[in-house]
């Protein structure tokens, strides 16, 4: 799917002409006759809007004369409790900007609604995309950290697998917004090392962009939103996986505290079982023949019973 998007007035709209210069074009999962139009309207090389169709594309910045590209990863919610990553590729020609995702994503959608685009300004809108994806990064930290708080409520209360099940998939969750966090962190550091300035002829490094100062605020600002977002997201990995530990111990302690209560009444159990046993048998035995033997020997198996279940509560097992 392809849109494109320019400023008219101030306000920027959607556009069928996607060839006028100081266009945003938008690609979700394009196909290959979308690849090529955009290639020869923006002038960009197809290996530039193919990289981000890779899902495991791991973020980066190439440049090629006066073309650019950045990849970053961004959040996709699959789930209440799954959270992945897909990547989203930023191209930038003299003219147009293109960018490039899997799926339709809420860094895009809700940038547009905000309006306060402009897509002529390439530079600021790279940075407002990377902006937008690190709020987006901690508001879904947010919603997990809220669910993870909601399903150790529920362990308290019941040791089931179930919530222990939903506790592994925020992990995993987790681990993937860390993992792609990371990777952003070190573009955007890259990015703000080289202040986005223009390659000259001879120089190596650097992106054919300009960073005005506004810009760089910006970036500043993407910078702590993205570092904010990391330390929340390694912050609630560890505090989940100690959580999950904890709970294992005191399930596997509960667990044992059951089957040595359930050892202690087999134990006392067990001894009028083994009287009754040698009175059942076929032999002489004491107070066979006594009127009052079977109530002797009943006495006597609760009474050793008790002894039993008196010996074992002094010992902690019942």
Not at 266 to 279: D, E, K
Request: charged content about 20%; glycine content about 6%.
């Amino acid at each position: 799917m392809l849109r494109a998007y320019r400023q008219i007035q101030q306000v920027v709209h959607p556009v069928e002409d996607f060839t006028q210069p100081g266009t945003w074009i938008h690609l979700v999962a394009p196909t290959d006759e979308e690849v090529a139009a955009v290639a020869a309207a923006t002038g960009l090389p197809t290996d530039f809007l193919r990289a981000a169709l890779d899902e495991d594309e791991r973020p980066r910045q190439e440049a090629e004369g006066e073309q650019a590209l950045v990849i970053i990863r961004i959040p996709v919610a699959r789930s209440p409790l799954q959270y992945t990553t897909i990547p989203l590729g930023i191209a930038v020609s003299q003219d147009f900007l293109v960018t490039v995702c899997l799926e339709e994503t809420p860094v895009i959608d809700g940038l547009v609604a905000q309006g306060k685009v402009h897509p002529a300004k390439k530079t600021r809108l790279l940075l407002q995309l990377m902006y937008r994806a690190a709020r987006l990064y901690l508001d879904y930290l947010e919603r997990l950290d809220r669910k993870a708080t909601e399903l150790e409520t529920a362990l308290r209360r019941s040791m089931r697998n179930e919530e222990m099940f939903h506790l592994m998939e925020i992990q995993k969750s987790l681990v993937f917004l860390t993992t792609a966090l990371r990777a952003n962190q070190i573009v955007m550091e890259k990015l703000l090392r080289s202040r986005l300035r223009p390659v000259r002829e001879g120089e190596n490094g650097g992106l054919p962009l300009r960073l005005y100062p506004d810009d760089e605020d910006l970036l500043e600002d993407a910078i702590t939103e993205n570092q904010q977002a990391l330390s929340a997201a390694e912050v609630h990995s560890s505090i989940l996986s100690g959580t999950m530990d904890a709970f294992a111990s005191i399930i596997s302690n509960n667990l044992n505290i059951v089957m040595k209560f359930l050892t202690a009444v087999t134990i006392i159990l067990a001894i009028p079982t083994v009287i009754g046993t040698f009175y059942g048998m076929n032999v002489p035995l004491p107070l066979q023949h006594s009127p009052f033997g079977f109530g002797v020997i009943a006495g006597a198996s609760v009474l050793a019973g008790g002894v039993a279940g008196f010996l074992l509560w002094r010992r902690g097992m019942l």
